[in-house]
Structure formats: C-alpha cells, structure tokens
C-alpha cells in the first residue's frame, strides 16, 4: 500500500498542482452549475472530525462527498471517544481502516500530524489553530475567477496573525505573491518561528492604511480566533483601529477586492459598509469551499484525471 497524499499545511501541495486544482475546480463547479451529475468517489466515505465549532467547513465537506457520489460521516469530540483522551494515534489506526478519507477540524496543528502519521487514508486540515489551508484554496481560487491570476499581486491582511494569515504567507511563497500584514502590537506575525525571515513575499506594517496602499485584495478576520476566547475582551482593546472601512478600501487599487473567510462581526473587524458593499467577494468566496474541496478530494484519491 502506497503511502496517502495528505493536505495539513498550503505548502503541502507544488505550484502546479494548484495550477491543476484550480482548473479542475472551474470545470466541477461548471458541471455542478448545470446540474450534470458527477461521482468519481462513489462508494467512498469521508470521515469529518470536528473538535471546533463549523457552518462552512461542515457543509461544504458534507455536501461536496454526497455530490461526489460518496458519504459522509460527522464526529465530534462530545460524543465520541476523541473527547476522552483515546490516543490520537490509536484513532487513526481505526478510523482510517473504515473509511477513505478523513478532515480533521482541531486545536495544535500537531494532532493532524500525528493522525496522518498513523492513517492509511489522505487527511485533510479542515483548519488548526496555526493553518487553515482548505480557507485559501477557496480564496485563491476566487481570486482568480474574479481578476485571473494571483502571480505578482499584493493582498492586504488588516488583523490579527492567526491561523488565516499564516496559510497567506505560505501560500505567497508557493505561488508568487505578496502579503502586507498589519497587526497591533503584541499580535504581529512571528517571522522566524513560521520560516519567512527576509522572504520577499512578506511584509509587516504597524499602519494598516499603509498596509492597504495600492494592493489588489484586501482580507480580515475575526479578532478571537476559536480557543482564544479568553483573551477576548484584551483583544477588543488591543485591535480596535484594526477595523476594514471604506477608507483602507480607498487606499486600495480601484478594482481591489475585499475578502473574509467568515463568520464575520460588522463593527469590529470590518464594517457592514465593506462586507456589504460592491467590492465585497465573501459570499462568492464561501460558495468555493465547496468546489475546491471536492477538487481536493478527487486529487488526493484519484490523482490527476483528464477531461
Ligand atoms: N470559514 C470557515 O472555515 O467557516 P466555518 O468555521 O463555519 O467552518
Ligand atoms: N481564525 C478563525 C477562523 C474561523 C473560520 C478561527 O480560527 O476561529
């Protein structure tokens, strides 16, 4: 048995295979568009394990197996052993003899390493607290769909560095862009510790209106990340001025686009007047969680396969 392609972190695929997935992903969604049926996975069944809460990433897992002709099972840490301290190796060994693919939605991005480390299947991050890779491929993909390609552009991330701006700043290496990060003081990305010292794809601004200046999208995100929730009211503090409006969009190129991976709160991190407004691709962006990853899905069990 060949070992399984996994999808934990951005980097984990080349440049051409995003080259690949992006227009794999184009002709899924235009099928699914009119209605013409399609199951390359019919048989096979997902395993979904969320130790977090989920809307978007449930959902577009969910339904994209069904499109696929395969299934879909959800687990949960409240009622299945993963919430009684059954080894997370031990886990792996189970469930991935019983099913053919598996999404983990959890805390350290060391669990979803050691569950690949020990299954027979792909696993696929269905977001950790440092990465959320499954969130980029959506928003790249809807980057693309709405100004072509992302080579060479600069994005604006206005917020703190969580798990959605570090899988940016690897994803700017992976295919050739650049990210402008403006954080507060004390919520600044760490260089070092995620290996983008001296990159050329990253840069760190104090000002999130400099940040914004002349970029082709700009991106947000909550200011509590989920297991974070402690620190909520120091973060209200500390992020107020960390707010997307109408001013950082006028710094922005004209045909900037703004982008959130949602849920979003109107008043903190961005106004109504932005998500709502005509440069605003968020409910586009939502929607292609769900084509991209049935891409994935396809790629990581079937390989390449030519229309
Ligand atoms: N963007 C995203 O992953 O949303 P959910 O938390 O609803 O899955
Ligand atoms: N950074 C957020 C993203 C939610 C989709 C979180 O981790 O809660």
Redesign the pocket.
Known sequence: MSAPRHYLQFKDLTRGEYEYLFERTRWIKEKFKRYEPYHPLFDRTLVMIFEK??????LSFEAGMHQLGGSAIYLNTRDSQLGRGEPVEDAAQVISRMSDIVMIRTFEQAIVERFAAQSRVPVING?TNEF?PC?ILADIFTFIEQRGCIQGKTVAWVGDSNNVCNTWLQAAEVLDFAVNVASPPGYEVDAERLGFRGSAHFRAFSDPMAACEGVDLVTTDVWTSMGFEAENEARKQAFADWCVDAEMMAVARPEAVFMH???AHRGEEVTAEVIDGPQSVVWDEAENRLHVQKALMEFLLLGRIDN
């Open positions: 809460a989920s809307t978007r990433t449930r977001l959320h969130q991976c949602l849920p």
